[in-house]
């Protein structure tokens, strides 16, 4: 199941007193910044949105928290299928007839304005779409990577060639695989670089890595870690 209902609501009080412009903000508009490590490590809310609806809300999550933004789906829009190495926490602000869609299965998944937060598989290929006549807004929270325990080495993974579509051939290869890795604690130190991607792997999970990028990625062994 892509989409996992959580048992994390946000009191209707909070809900209501929420009130927000689409087009006042960017598409993607993040509101807490890094302690630390990008991926790895808790951020923290913006000093000019500590006291505001938006920490209530997103302290109604109690976990640690990667990066928060809010989300504006335009009407008509969608986004391309892609899938992400970090799960996303998922609560709906506004909109209708606004879907997840999963393209492993074909399901549609409505986001509906009811309160909840939702835990989404993001190492599925998915895409986000907009059928209404209002644009949908989402409160998005990334879910902070596993460490590992295990004997690694350090990787870097480049393209062999680059051409317009090198972050979607990335997404629609990579991507689910370092997603389901690095939930197994097979990867450490997971960050994007100027040219490619660099992390620490498991000795065992190499050749299948190798296998996954086959003539489309270029992966080289930097080290032991």
């Not at 938006?54 to 009407?75: C, F, H, M, Q």
């Not at 059928?131 to 062999?160: A, E």
Request: include cysteine; proline fraction near 4%.
């Amino acid at each position: 199941m892509m989409l996992t209902k959580t048992g994390y609501t946000v009191p209707k009080e909070l809900m209501d007193r929420t009130s927000i412009d689409p087009k006042s903000i960017d598409e993607k508009f993040t509101i807490n910044t890094p302690t630390g490590n990008f991926f790895y490590d808790p951020w923290e809310i913006k000093p000019e949105f500590k006291n505001t609806i938006w920490n209530e809300i997103l302290e109604t999550l109690p976990y640690p928290k990667g990066e928060a933004r809010l989300l504006v789906l335009d009407s008509g829009k969608n986004y391309f299928g892609h899938a992400d190495i970090d799960d996303r926490w998922h609560l709906n602000i506004c909109g209708t007839y606004s879907f997840l869609v999963d393209l492993d299965t074909n399901m549609l998944h409505k986001t509906d304005n009811d309160m909840t937060w939702y835990l989404m598989d993001a190492g599925r290929l998915h895409s986000a779409a907009n059928f209404g006549d209002k644009p949908r807004v989402q409160l998005v929270v990334r879910k902070l990577l596993n460490r590992s325990t295990k004997d690694l080495v350090s990787i870097q993974i480049t393209p062999t060639k680059k051409s317009f579509d090198t972050r979607y051939r990335f997404d629609q290869t990579l991507s689910p695989w370092l997603n389901r890795a690095s939930k197994n604690g097979d990867i450490d130190n997971f960050q994007i670089t100027s040219n490619g991607v660099q992390l620490d792997l498991a000795v065992d999970r190499i050749n299948e890595l190798l296998e996954v990028c086959g003539t489309e990625f270029l992966t080289t062994i930097l080290g032991t870690c």
